[in-house]
């Protein structure tokens, strides 16, 4: 039988969707009384109701099998100024929290400070996905800090959020998302608003 792996070239796979920018996340928990996590980029929005997220956990990872047992994590999106952060949770074998300062969310999972945003998640569902496994969570708190910019992973390296010197593609839309906070998710917006109702509801 042919393999997919014999149809396509690995390199070229991981050329190709690192065209496509993503942000970066820290995703920990408190295993055996000490933090521990690891740096995700294959996180994303899932569902508003009920307010879900997902990842993609490598079966090569040493961390996330131990993660995966807290029954519960945090998920930091990291800020452009936190690459040296990304790369320390992605090195093997490193005391990682060791490096970073860091807090703990109401939901007792370790969060880096100094971060744009956070999570905290427990697993709705985890399913095998190739050599990754898919995992779905709930989101039962969250918060964000004014100011900054996202780390972003692209094309196998971080970059920033680049702003055009000359003004072109400015659009109303993005020059009002930029004075309602870098990150448009202040405290006026729809999503923050109706996801903080729905889950100070769900916490009563
Ligand atoms: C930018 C970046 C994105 C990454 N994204 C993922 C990911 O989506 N899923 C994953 O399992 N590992 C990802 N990794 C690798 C892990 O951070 C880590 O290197 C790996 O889990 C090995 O460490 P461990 O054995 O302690 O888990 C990423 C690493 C980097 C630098």
């Not at 996590?37 to 109701?49: C, E, M």
């Not at 399913?127 to 709930?138: K, N, S, T």
Request: glycine share 12%; with cysteine.
């Amino acid at each position: 039988m042919t393999t997919v792996t014999e149809l396509l070239d690995a390199a070229e796979f991981r050329a190709v969707l690192g065209r496509y920018p993503t942000g970066v996340v820290v995703v920990a928990a408190m295993v055996d009384g000490r933090p521990e996590g690891l740096a995700v980029n294959s996180f994303t929005s899932v569902s508003l109701d009920p307010p879900l997220i997902a990842f993609c956990a490598a079966a090569s990872s040493s961390t996330w099998p131990r993660l995966r047992r807290a029954g519960g994590f945090a998920i930091t999106m990291l800020g452009a100024d936190q690459e040296a952060a990304c790369r320390t949770f992605a090195a093997k074998g490193a005391d990682r929290f060791a490096a970073v300062p860091w807090s703990l969310t109401p939901a007792g999972h370790p969060v880096l400070d100094g971060a744009p945003a956070w999570l905290d998640v427990v697993p709705h569902t985890m399913q095998e996905a190739g050599d990754h496994e898919l995992v779905l969570g709930r989101v039962t708190h969250l918060g964000a800090a004014p100011g900054g910019e996202p780390l972003v992973f692209f094309r196998g390296g971080f970059t920033g959020l680049a702003q055009r010197e000359d003004g072109g593609g400015d659009t109303s839309a993005s020059r009002r998302a930029r004075s309602a906070g870098p990150r448009g998710l202040d405290a006026e917006s729809p999503f923050f608003g109706v996801l903080s109702a729905r889950l100070d509801a769900a916490s009563r």
